[in-house]
């Protein structure tokens, strides 16, 4: 049976102002020095015609990545299709920034000194930061922690994280906010020095914030930049409890022990569970899933559980999600097309309605869960949406008074062109069409798989999105629609402007 939602502005109640970048996202430090990541899936894989081949055992994960050269950062079509997005913060992290010698002056010649996994040269660096200035955007790190450059039982020393600061600063493009490691709960893989224990990071945190606060005062500390240390995955995750199967994953208390240097903006990670690639860890979502309530009700499950240590750490203040994507583990093999973005859309619409901040899509242009295709830097389904998010949501977030449910996600914002009224975003997750009744004429805008769910390109309107000649975008232009009952396509996602 449809289900039916009556839009009535006048029961909506202003929630709160929400950041100008909430839209951002992350280059991981691989794709800067190069690196490995996570290996393309098959066109069959894709298409959902070939099933992934599993592994029983999440150590064997490094079958599942080859060897990648650098991203060219100064290519114009990467440059064109993120300045676009608009204002955004650039998130240069990753399990590899926990390893990475900063090799400025070349005294290396090219060889990645004892207790680090790969170099960064300072043209490598110079190139990121020409691409962050050429976006607008602003840059948020993570520095090194590894046997490189210390030892668990040795405080941290921070000459390598001041070479970076001080380059970028003296560059004109200056860190503008940081954390300390990138998913420090998980040591056994982020490749922190051998026994460092969680007052081991407990104690660098604290020495780093205040480290922050003597030499670079206007960078945010933002932390703690965990992953997993809540109910991450739902009840369909499937067997295997989860990213806690196989190794320890400890809390945030333990890691912030007895918080002496104060965060200016809480963060974490969220995933919408682990990919094929990663199913032996748990916590693996049938494709069968996309459209769930379970499924879609994991971010906004895990932004709520996280307000409460956000109060605790900041009282008032931010909360990032700096990294955040389909699924862990380079995304899922649906990732790239139609079928995840009522997923991202809920995300940003839930978010919004639980608190102000950042959410930092994990990547803008590498592995399957790229806004952007690697290499190529061709948009993808997910491109397209939050590009149209960014163009219409406005600044203020209402609260709709319409409770979710199957086939009714109802958000609103005001608008983005600052005129008087509203715009509603309405994601239809069911197989069934919604019936909705518009009080008002609007402008619509209504986004939909291009014949299929798992479709690579995706329609507005009716009108196919992609790149036109000279990598011109196409135009967004919504269609008139008149007041009266209208009918939402099942799977689709509608942006109402009154």
């Known amino acids: 049976m449809a289900e039916f939602v009556k839009l009535d502005p006048a029961k909506l109640t202003e929630l709160r102002r929400i950041d100008e970048r909430l839209v951002s996202y992350n280059v991981e430090m691989t794709e800067v020095t190069g690196g490995t990541f996570w290996k393309a899936y098959t066109e069959a894989q894709i298409d959902g015609t070939q099933p992934f081949p599993p592994i029983t055992n999440w150590q064997d994960m490094g079958n599942l990545q080859q060897w990648y050269d650098p991203i060219d950062t100064k290519h114009p079509r990467l440059i064109r299709m993120a300045k676009n997005l608009g204002p955004a913060w650039v998130r240069v992290s990753g399990t590899w920034a926990n390893k990475t010698y900063y090799d400025f002056d070349g005294h290396t010649g090219g060889k990645v ?108 500390f933002v932390g703690p930049c965990t992953v997993g240390d809540i109910d991450m995955f739902g009840a369909l995750a499937g067997a295997g409890g989860g990213m806690a199967a196989g190794f320890k994953i400890v809390t945030t208390e333990e890691l912030l022990g007895e918080n002496k240097s104060k965060l200016d903006v809480f963060s974490y990670h969220y995933y919408n569970g682990v990919s094929e690639r990663g199913q032996a860890m748990g916590g693996h979502w049938p494709y069968e899933a996309v459209l769930t309530e379970e499924y879609l009700d994991i971010a906004p499950s895990c932004a709520r559980q996280y307000v409460a240590r956000r109060d605790r750490y900041v009282p008032g203040g931010q909360m990032w999600v700096t990294e955040s994507g389909d699924a862990g583990c380079g995304g899922n093999t649906w990732a790239s097309t139609y079928a995840d973005v009522p997923r991202t859309l809920n995300e940003l619409g839930a978010f919004c309605t639980i608190t102000d901040g950042v959410i930092f899509h994990n990547t803008l242009a590498s592995s399957d869960y790229g806004f952007l295709k690697h290499g190529t830097f061709e948009p993808r389904p997910n491109y397209f949406a939050v590009l149209l998010w960014n163009r219409l949501m406005g600044p203020v977030a209402y609260d709709t008074a319409e409770p979710v449910r199957e086939g009714v996600h109802v958000y609103c914002h005001s608008r983005k062109d600052g005129k008087p009224g509203y715009v509603y975003l309405l994601i239809n997750n069911s197989r069934q069409p919604t019936m909705v009744d518009l009080p008002v ?52 996602c509608t942006f109402l402007v009154i």
């Open 441 to 492: 004429e609007a402008t619509r805008y209504t986004l939909t798989g291009n014949g299929k769910l798992r479709s690579r390109t995706m329609l507005l309107n009716g009108r196919e999105l992609k790149l036109g000649h000279g990598d011109q975008l196409p135009e967004l232009e919504g269609a008139y629609q008149e007041a009266g009952t209208i009918r939402l396509a099942p799977a689709s």
């Open 113 to 220: 000194p004892e207790g680090f996994q790969n170099l960064l040269t300072k043209a490598q660096w110079l190139s990121l930061l020409d691409f962050v200035k050429a976006v607008g955007g602003k840059l948020l790190v993570s520095i090194a922690n590894c046997p490189g450059i210390h030892k668990a039982s040795e405080p941290m020393d921070f000459g390598q994280a001041d070479l970076l600061f001080r380059t970028s600063k003296e560059y004109g493009v200056p860190i503008s906010a940081a954390e300390f490691t990138n998913e420090p709960n998980l040591a056994a893989l982020s490749g922190l020095p051998e026994g460092y224990t969680p007052a081991d990071h407990a104690r660098d945190h604290d020495l780093f914030g205040a480290w922050l606060k003597e030499n670079y005062p206007e960078c945010l």
